[in-house]
Structures are given as structure tokens and as C-alpha cells.
């Protein structure tokens, strides 16, 4: 069974970090993504990474305050969130791809497989 398992959310005041994770199962696959979807918004792009090589690309909004990485032992994939705003707060979404590569892959159609969410809240 293919499993993406985001983990890692919670309460933080702005200002403050966070480290999500999000551990795959069932297959390997060549990209990762992670989306964000706050309430009342559509979801929307923050980061992806090329699995063979580490490519990595992040949206505008996050650039200088979250990296996005991989851990090939263990199959996991995080995302490094410093410097956190409350207009961070959001449902973020671990997506995989199951093959090719596009380097710069931002829209949703362009991942296979999604996991469940992790609920960030930044505090003023």
C-alpha cells in the first residue's frame, strides 16, 4: 500500500520554527512537493525536490525561510520551516510524483500521490 505520511505540525508563535516530515511507503517515487491550503484558499505551492540529485525549488512566499530536503536512508522527505509568519498557518500537504522529472513542478496535477496533512497554526 502506498503511503505518504506528513508528521510534524502544531502551534508555534510567529517568529519560531518547525520541521515537517513526510515518510513514503509502498514505492519509490522521483519528486516530492509540499502544498499548503489555509482556510477559505485554494492550495497552493511551497516547495519541491528532485529525489535522485536533490533539486530543490521553493515558491516566492517561503524563499529564505523554508528548505525543503530529503533523507535517501530513510525514505523521507522535510520540510525546514524558520521564521514562521501567521500567514504561514495552513493544512500542509506532503505530494509525490511517481516518475520523470519536472524541475520546477508547482501545480497540482503534477503529483501522483498525496498525503493526509499536517495542520501548521502561527500565532501573532
Known amino acids: 500500500q502506498v503511503q505518504l505520511v506528513e508528521s510534524g505540525g502544531g502551534l508555534v508563535q510567529a517568529g519560531g520554527s518547525l520541521r515537517l516530515s513526510c515518510a513514503a511507503s509502498?514505492?519509490?517515487?522521483?519528486?516530492y512537493g509540499w502544498f499548503r491550503q489555509a482556510p477559505g484558499k485554494e492550495r497552493e505551492f511551497v516547495a519541491t525536490?528532485?529525489?535522485?540529485?536533490?533539486?530543490?525549488y521553493h515558491a516566492d512566499s517561503v524563499k529564505g525561510r523554508f528548505t525543503i530536503s530529503r533523507d535517501t536512508a530513510k525514505n523521507t522527505v522535510y520540510l525546514q520551516m524558520n521564521s514562521l509568519k501567521p500567514e504561514d498557518t495552513a493544512v500542509y500537504y506532503c505530494?509525490?510524483?511517481?516518475?520523470?522529472?519536472?524541475?520546477?513542478?508547482?501545480?497540482?496535477?503534477?503529483?501522483?500521490?498525496w498525503g493526509q496533512g499536517t495542520q501548521v497554526t502561527v500565532s501573532p
Open positions: 505530494a509525490a510524483r511517481i516518475s520523470g522529472f519536472l524541475p520546477y513542478a508547482r501545480r497540482i496535477q503534477d503529483y501522483d500521490y
Open positions: 525536490i528532485i529525489w535522485s540529485g536533490g533539486f530543490t
Open positions: 509502498g514505492r519509490t517515487f522521483s519528486m
